[in-house]
Nanobody, 112 residues
Framework: EVRLVESGGGLVQPGESLRLSCAAS????????MKWVRQAPGKGLEWVST????????TYTDSVKGRFTISRDNARNTLYLQMNNLKPDDTAVYFC?????RGQGTQVTVSS
């Protein structure tokens, strides 16, 4: 059974940082591209970032470029999202995703 467990969310002030983690199990993590997506209150899912299976290529939605960094540790079956200079518009539930499968998400709230 595929399982994705996100962690690392919380309440931070604008300009602060968070590092999200996603522990993956039940599939061969190292051969799949992985994504982070988010859902802000009252809005639909928004793609945030993708990393290829080997970690050599990363892509980002424009609103997070230069602030967020996606990475992965294939030895630990773990996906990461380093989020710097957070803004109130980044407030959302963040999910990691493989194919069409997502975890339960972790809440990120950016507020002063």
């Amino acid at each position: 059974e595929v399982r994705l467990v996100e962690s690392g969310g919380g309440l931070v002030q604008p300009g602060e940082s968070l590092r999200l983690s996603c522990a993956a199990s039940g599939f061969i993590f190292r051969i799949f591209d992985m994504k982070w997506v988010r859902q802000a209150p009252g809005k639909g899912l928004e793609w945030v970032s993708t990393i290829t299976s080997g970690g050599d290529t990363t892509t980002y939605t424009d609103s997070v470029k230069g602030r967020f960094t996606i990475s992965r540790d294939n030895a630990r079956n773990t996906l990461y999202l380093q989020m710097n200079n957070l803004k109130p518009d980044d407030t959302a539930v963040y999910f990691c995703q493989v194919l069409s499968i997502r975890g339960q998400g972790t809440q990120v709230t950016v507020s002063s």
